[in-house]
């Protein structure tokens, strides 16, 4: 590795932040960069251009995002034009165009994960992105430092990651909404055929996830079921489709009715998925931890659950 005689290929203005860069390939031709930057008004993400990753041109900037931005381009699912997806740290993301080097926005923002415990996510680039977009992120627990001598009760690190996830843009009334899911791949981590979970008609049910498991439910209620896992929980309403989470984010659901859910548990988090539309992400020790779902009606769950294999040999 040769370091270039000419750096710095892009200089701070006045001293302040500048880091983060986020490559990708540009419309029309060369390289783009989304740059965490600080201006007079705060934080900003900054976009530039170039032939040759020597040479860059400064396009334009977009207000209020904060560390490690990512810019991509999705197709929607059910028919559109494609539109370009941009978040920041806290995966507030946002939808709309990118033309001559400038991101419109269109609506509101919205969350990627609707959790407690997700930052800094990215994307990979060079992978097909027919099926989706695929994410990670950085699954932090405010509780705990990041440092491995002062970590996760009995872990070796100070935080992890989520399971990687395909995102996905599709139209709506509203707007474009992102949906994100496990990768496929996931399944295949999964042991034998599963064993059953059956039970109806119950006001409350108990059930003991896999320490590392994978476990898919319909929960069919009347009334809005609350589902909690430890000192977390979310509640889903089947007549409108709302669902609020720990953690003070909340999301309108496209489809209503009985909820499908699928739980992914490890040793320190425990993530959700509500719908194949929203995930909700947090860190938490899970050992003798069950999922404890309750209503104030009579419901019934069914579904499947899986230890999972590690990957680790």
Not at 231 to 242: A, I, N, R, W
Request: glycine letters at 10%; hydrophobic letters at 30%; charged letters at 25%.
């Amino acid at each position: 590795f040769t370091l270039f005689e000419d750096n710095p290929c892009i200089p701070t203005e006045d001293g302040k932040s500048w880091r983060d860069p986020r490559l990708f390939e540009y419309p029309g031709g060369g390289f783009g960069a989304a740059v965490y930057e600080t201006d007079e008004t705060g934080n900003c993400v900054t976009f530039y251009h170039s032939d040759d990753l020597h040479h860059w041109t400064r396009l334009s900037r977009a207000e209020d995002l904060y560390e490690c931005p990512d810019l991509f381009r999705l197709t929607p699912v059910n028919g559109g034009e494609p539109r370009w997806v941009l978040y920041g740290a806290d995966g507030m993301y946002r939808v709309g165009t990118f033309e001559d080097g400038r991101f419109t926005q269109e609506g509101g923002k919205l969350p990627l994960d609707c959790g407690s415990c997700t930052y800094a996510g990215q994307t990979w680039n060079h992978h097909d992105d027919s099926a989706g977009r695929m994410h990670i992120s950085f699954m932090t627990d405010w509780r705990y430092s990041w440092s491995a001598n002062r970590s996760y009760p009995d872990m070796p690190f100070g935080a992890c990651m989520t399971v990687p996830c395909l995102l996905t843009l599709t139209s709506t009334p509203d707007g474009c909404r992102v949906c994100r899911n496990p990768i496929p791949e996931i399944a295949s981590l999964r042991e034998g055929e599963g064993e059953p979970v059956a039970c109806s008609p119950v006001c409350n049910v108990s059930i003991e996830p896999h320490l590392s498991g994978d476990m898919e439910l319909v929960i069919d209620a009347q009334h809005p079921v609350t589902v909690r896992a430890g000192g977390v929980s979310f509640l889903y309403d089947p007549h409108t489709g709302e669902a609020r989470f720990y953690g003070g984010r909340s999301m309108r659901l496209r489809q209503t009715g009985p909820l499908r859910l699928r739980v992914l548990t490890d040793r320190t988090s425990c993530e959700f998925f509500l719908q194949g539309e929203a995930s909700a992400s947090y860190g938490l020790s899970m050992r003798d931890v069950p999922i404890e779902i309750s209503s104030a009606t009579a419901f019934s769950v069914q579904g499947r659950r899986w230890r999972m294999r590690s990957i680790w040999e």
